[in-house]
């Protein structure tokens, strides 16, 4: 299996350190923010990345990972002009990956301490379609929220950032998909805000019947604030050697 991370973005809730670095490249513990995501989908055997990134964020992650040598892992880079949605930087990457392959995609930004083993082995036995790992947190009207059938237990759809959350379970940047992803992305329009949204690819999947959920466990975060990003930075610190 391979993976892409996704690591664009403007990072306007860590300004002013965004003003002069991609947040990914924030430190986190003893080492920038991306190091952590890599290192986890190497220890799940996954060798082969596609990162994307912004123009000019690109040469700050050659600087850190290279080729992806140092950490035991190919890497290739794909540039996202502009801003255009989640979805959107996800489909730089179709021209890499085989047309039925199946991938895991996560945010650069998204940050845990379990093992991403499990989730590889249920999705590669799971016969095709997408899943999403969940979170039960105290403030879900930040994520995306799951919003479960009562009758099936499966997730009926996502809502963004809703004021009234119909679950406690939010939707962490850690996806995993087969090729419909891509037909799905030639189906879906702009959002208001003139992006691709990964919410509305996801919420196709269920509407078909083909999303699965598992709940990541152990310690996550998103590390999109300065609490959480130093709540990271402690929590992380000492992790890679």
Known sequence: MRAVILAGGTG?????LTYWTNKHLLPVGHYPMICYGVA????AGIRDIILVTGRSAVGGFADVLGSGRDWGVSLTYRLQEEAGGIAQALDLARPLLGAEEK??????????EKSLDPYIEAFLRQ??????????VDDPHRYGVAEFDPVTGRIARILEK??????????????????DVFRIMDRIEPSLRG????????????????LAHMELDGW??????????????????????
């Open 127 to 136: 016969p095709d379609g997408a899943m999403v790992l969940v979170k039960r």
């Open 162 to 179: 809703p004021i009234h959350p119909p679950s406690s379970y939010c939707v962490t940047g850690i996806y995993f998909y087969d090729g």
């Open 12 to 16: 306007t809730r860590l300004r002013p």
């Open 195 to 210: 992006e691709l949204e990964i919410t509305d690819v996801n919420n196709a999947f269920a509407a078909a019947g083909k």
């Open 40 to 43: 986890r989908l190497r220890q």
């Open 220 to 241: 996550w975060t998103d590390a999109g604030t300065f609490a959480s990003l130093e709540e990271a930075g402690r929590r992380l610190k000492g992790i890679l050697p």
């Open 103 to 112: 991938f895991v995609v996560l945010l650069g930004d998204n940050l845990f």
